[in-house]
C-alpha cells in the first residue's frame, strides 16, 4: 500500500511539473496577449498599425500572431544593433564569456520553457542542446584572441533562416556570431520566431548590452532583403531550405553584402547497410530517422544485393503495427498519392504497415522497393513518409549511388568492418558521415555543404571565421546599390576585331597560346586578342579568346585528374610544389620580362616580383603538411578533416599579375583542387609567359588550365558551368553582381573582390605580404570540411 501509495504521489508530483512548464511558456504567450512584438534594443517592440502573421501548432489550433516589419523597424533595429556592436565588441574576451557561461545558468531554469515552445512552434530543440552549444561557444568568446589573433568582428550580422528550420540550425549561427563579438539581428522564420523571441529576452535578462541581439519578424524572405540593403549590415548568413536560399542570393545581388548559405533542409541523403553490418540494428534505425523523427532531410535506403532479402524482411516486420504519419497539408497528400503512383509505374512495390486512408493529410509509412537512382521519386522526392530503396553490388557501386544525389549534406553507413566504413566516408562527397549512427551533431564539429548544401562551414573553430575578417583587409565589396543588368546579356559584347597590318614580319606581335589538359593551344574559336603596352601605343602581343568550349574542355580534363590529385599523400603535393617553384626560378628572366613590357614596371622591379613568386610557391609546398582536422567530442569518437572543393574557377586581379596568381594558383593546388584560371584582361602575359613553367613541372595534365579571353566572356562561362564548384573573382561591380545572382544552381562558393579597371587596381589586398593570417585565409577558402562519427559502447 505504502508502494501504490509513494507511486501515485511520484506520478502526481510528475505531472505537476509537466504541466508547471506547460504553464511557464503559456503563460509567456498570454502575457505578450498571444500577440508578439518585434525585439529591438533590449526590449519587445510592438506597433499596433502592423500586418500580422498567424502561427498554428500540428493541430490547426492558433498558437500566436508575429508581427511583419516594415523599412521603419528595419531602420531602428540596424541602428540598435550598430550601438550594440560598439558596446559587446570593447568589452575583453572574459567579459563577453562570461555573459554567454551566466546564459546556461539562466538556460537551467527556463530551458524546459524553452523546449516546450519549440515543441508547440514546430522547431523542435531540446534545452540540453542548447545548453551545449553556449558551453561550446562561451569557451571560443574567452579563447578568440589567445587562439584567432590578427583576425576581428565583422560588425553587424543578420542570420535568417526559412519557415521550416530548426532552433539549432538558428543558434548554429547566432552563438558564434555573438561569441566573436558581433551584434546579430535575427530574422526567423515562422515557427522559429517566437523560441527566438524568448531566448533574445533570456540573453538582455543575463546581461547581454542592448542591441547586441535584435530579432525582426516578417511574412516572406523579401524582408531579408530589405535587411541586407541597410548600410550597417556587415554579413548575412542563411540556413534553411534551398529555394529561398537561392531566392535571398538573387535578392542580394549587387549590394555589396557577404552572403553565406547552408541549405540544410530538404536534402537527399543516403543510408547505405553494407552486407558486413548488424542488419537488425540498422533497420531499426532506417525505421526511427525515416518515419519517426521530424523529417528535415530525405533519406533513401541503399542496400546490398547479397542481403536485401534479409532486410526486406526485418522492414516488414518491423513496420507491423505502425500508424499512419500525418502530413502537413491536403497538398502534400496530392504530391504522395503521385509519387506512388510514378513508383508503381516504373515497377516499384510497395511495403506499408496498414492500408491507405482514402483522403485527408495523412499516410502510412511506405518503403518503395525497387528504385533506380535516376527515378523522379527519388531525385526530387515527395514531403511524406517515403522511403526508396535501391540496390547495389560491390563496395565502388554503393558509393556511386550515394553520390548521385546533387545534395551533399550527410550520409549514414552502416558496416562492421572500420576500413570499409572510413574508406566510404572519404569516397562520400557529403558533410557529414555517420558510421553505424545517424543524425548525431556537437558544435565542436566543423560540416561544411558539399556540392549543392552550402557555401559555409558551421560549427567548431572552422565555422567561426565566417564571422570574422582579417584586420589588415578591408571589406571585399562596397556597399552599394545593385545595377539595373541584363543577366542575359551579360559578356556577350563581341571583342575588337583584330585588323592586319603591312609591318615587317620579325618586327610583329608574338602570338601566345593558353594551357588546357596540359598542352598549350589555340582557342577554340581559333579568335585572339590584342594586348596592348603599357601606354596603349601599340601592340604587344596576341593572346587567345577563350570562351565557354574552352572553359568546357579544361573542365572536363581538371575532373579527371582533380580526384586522384586530391589523394596524393600532402608530402607528395608538396613535392610538385617545390618543382614548380624550381621551374619558375629556372624561367626568371623571361618572366620578369613579360612583367617588364606588359606592365611597365623596371627590371628590378620586376623581378623582385619574380623571387616573391618563387617564395611564395615554396611557401604553399611546405604548407601542405602542416595543418591538421579539428578537434574531438566529448563522448564518443570522430574525425574532421579538410578536403578539396573540387575544381575551382579563377579570374585574377590585374594588381602584381605574376605574384597574385602564383599565390592563388598555390592555394589552389596545395589543397587538393583542380583549376581553371583566367588572366587579367589588362596584364595578360605574365600569366600566359608562366604556362613554359607548367608544361616543365611535374604536374598533372589538366590540374592547372589558363584561358586567355574577355574577362566578362569568361566569367559567364565559369559561372555556368555546373562542375565548378568555387570562383574567386577580381573584376567590376556589374560581374561581381552577375556572379551572386547566377551561381544559385548548383551553389556555387564565390570569393568576390571590386576593383577600378580604369585606374588598374584591386581591392586594395596587398599580394606582397608574408604574414601568416594571410597564407591561412586563403588556405581555409580552398577548402571544404567532412566529419566522421564512430560510435563507442
Known amino acids: 500500500v505504502i508502494l501504490e501509495s509513494s507511486y501515485t504521489v511520484y506520478l502526481v508530483l510528475g505531472f505537476l511539473h509537466v504541466n508547471c512548464y506547460s504553464l511557464l511558456y503559456q503563460a509567456w504567450l498570454d502575457r505578450h496577449s498571444r500577440s508578439l512584438g518585434l525585439f529591438i534594443d533590449g526590449k519587445f517592440v510592438c506597433p499596433a498599425d502592423r500586418q500580422r502573421r498567424p502561427l498554428t501548432d500540428s493541430k490547426g489550433v492558433d498558437v500566436c500572431s508575429t508581427v511583419c516589419a516594415v523599412e521603419d523597424d528595419i531602420s531602428q533595429c540596424a541602428s540598435s544593433a550598430l550601438n550594440g556592436f560598439k558596446a559587446w565588441s570593447v568589452l575583453s574576451c572574459y567579459q563577453r564569456a562570461k555573459v554567454l557561461l551566466r546564459l546556461v545558468s539562466v ?49 553587424v550580422v543578420a542570420v535568417v ?131 519517426k523523427k521530424k523529417r528535415e ?21 518491423r513496420m507491423a503495427g505502425m500508424k499512419c504519419v500525418a502530413l502537413r497539408s491536403d497538398g502534400d497528400r496530392v504530391l504522395v498519392d503521385a509519387a506512388i503512383q510514378e513508383a508503381q509505374q516504373q515497377g516499384a512495390t ?37 522511403l526508396p530503396l535501391m540496390t547495389f553490388r560491390t563496395h565502388t ?17 552502416w558496416t562492421e568492418d572500420l576500413t570499409l566504413a572510413l574508406e566510404t566516408a572519404r569516397s562520400l562527397s557529403v558533410g557529414s558521415v555517420w558510421v553505424n549512427s545517424h543524425s548525431v551533431s556537437d558544435p565542436c564539429m566543423p560540416v561544411s555543404g558539399h556540392k549543392d548544401s552550402g557555401t559555409c562551414t558551421d560549427g567548431g573553430q572552422e565555422g567561426l571565421y565566417q564571422f570574422l575578417r582579417l584586420r589588415s583587409s578591408p571589406p571585399p565589396l562596397p556597399r552599394s546599390s545593385p545595377v539595373s543588368m541584363d543577366y542575359s546579356n551579360f559578356g556577350t559584347a563581341a571583342c575588337p576585331a583584330i585588323i592586319p597590318d603591312d609591318s615587317d614580319p620579325a618586327s610583329a606581335p608574338k602570338p601566345y597560346p593558353q594551357f588546357v589538359g596540359g598542352k598549350a593551344c589555340k582557342s577554340v574559336s581559333g579568335c585572339s586578342l590584342a594586348v596592348q603596352s603599357p601606354g596603349g601605343s601599340g601592340v604587344l602581343a596576341y593572346c587567345p579568346d577563350g570562351g565557354k568550349k574552352d572553359v568546357r574542355n579544361a573542365v572536363e580534363a581538371a575532373i579527371k585528374v582533380q580526384p586522384g590529385w586530391m589523394k596524393k599523400s600532402p608530402s607528395a603535393r608538396a613535392q610538385s610544389l617545390y618543382s614548380l617553384a624550381k621551374g619558375l626560378e629556372a624561367k626568371r628572366r623571361d618572366i620578369a620580362a613579360s612583367i617588364n613590357v606588359q606592365t611597365g614596371l623596371s627590371m628590378d622591379e620586376a623581378e623582385k616580383e619574380v623571387e616573391l613568386g618563387i617564395a611564395r610557391l615554396s611557401d604553399w609546398a611546405a604548407y601542405c603538411d602542416k595543418v591538421q582536422g579539428g578537434p574531438m567530442p566529448q563522448s564518443g569518437s570522430a574525425l574532421s578533416f579538410p578536403e578539396a572543393l573540387g575544381v575551382l574557377g579563377v579570374v585574377l586581379p590585374d594588381k602584381n599579375p605574376l605574384l597574385s596568381m602564383v599565390t592563388l594558383l598555390g592555394a589552389a593546388i596545395a589543397t587538393g583542387n583542380a583549376v581553371v584560371m583566367v588572366p587579367c584582361q589588362k596584364y595578360p602575359l605574365p600569366a600566359l609567359a608562366f604556362i613554359q613553367v607548367l ?22 562561362a565559369l559561372a555556368n558551368h555546373s562542375v565548378i564548384k568555387a570562383i574567386w573573382y577580381w573584376g567590376s561591380a556589374e560581374g561581381c553582381q552577375y556572379l551572386q545572382h547566377t551561381c544559385t544552381s548548383p551553389l556555387k562558393t564565390l570569393r568576390l573582390f571590386c576593383q577600378k579597371d580604369e585606374e588598374g587596381k584591386d581591392e586594395g589586398k596587398d599580394w606582397t605580404q608574408s604574414h601568416p593570417s594571410f597564407m591561412e585565409e586563403m588556405w581555409r577558402n580552398a577548402v571544404q570540411w567532412k566529419s566522421v562519427w564512430i560510435p563507442t559502447a
Open 107 to 155: 538556460l537551467g531554469q527556463h530551458g524546459q520553457c524553452v523546449s516546450e515552445l519549440c515543441e508547440l512552434c514546430g522547431a523542435s530543440c531540446s534545452s540540453s542542446t542548447l545548453i551545449r552549444q553556449l558551453q561550446y561557444y562561451s569557451s571560443w568568446a574567452q579563447l578568440r584572441d589567445t587562439l584567432i589573433t590578427n583576425w576581428t568582428p565583422l560588425g
Open 161 to 291: 533562416v526559412s519557415d521550416d528550420c530548426s532552433l539549432y540550425s538558428l543558434m548554429l549561427k547566432v552563438l558564434p556570431a555573438l561569441a566573436m563579438g558581433n551584434s546579430v539581428i535575427i530574422v526567423p522564420g515562422l515557427n522559429t520566431a517566437p523560441p527566438a523571441l524568448l531566448l533574445a529576452q533570456l540573453f538582455i535578462g543575463a546581461g547581454l548590452p542592448a542591441g547586441a541581439l535584435n530579432v525582426l519578424t516578417g511574412s516572406d524572405m523579401s524582408l531579408c532583403a530589405k535587411v541586407a540593403q541597410n548600410p550597417n549590415i556587415s554579413h548575412v548568413t542563411y540556413s534553411g531550405n534551398k529555394q529561398d536560399g537561392v531566392m535571398l542570393c538573387k535578392a542580394t545581388a549587387g549590394m555589396g553584402v557577404p552572403l553565406s548559405v547552408s541549405p540544410c533542409i530538404g536534402a537527399t541523403c543516403p543510408f547505405i547497410i553494407f552486407e558486413s553490418a548488424d542488419i537488425d540494428s540498422a533497420v531499426d534505425e532506417v525505421i526511427e530517422t525515416a518515419f
Open 297 to 317: 532531410v530525405h533519406w533513401v535506403l541503399c542496400v546490398q544485393e547479397s542481403i536485401v532479402d534479409s532486410v526486406v524482411t526485418r522492414l516488414k516486420l
Open 350 to 386: 510497395l511495403i506499408q504497415p496498414c492500408s491507405v486512408p482514402p483522403s485527408g493529410a495523412q499516410y502510412p509509412p511506405t518503403v518503395l522497393c525497387g528504385a533506380a537512382p535516376s527515378s523522379p521519386f527519388v531525385v526530387c522526392p515527395a514531403p511524406g513518409p517515403l
Open 397 to 413: 557501386e554503393g558509393v556511386t549511388i550515394g553520390n548521385h544525389t546533387p545534395h551533399g549534406q550527410a550520409a549514414s553507413i
Open 695 to 716: 608544361q616543365s613541372s611535374d604536374l598533372p595534365a589538366g590540374l592547372v588550365n589558363i584561358i586567355s579571353g574577355g574577362r566578362d566572356q569568361m566569367t559567364v
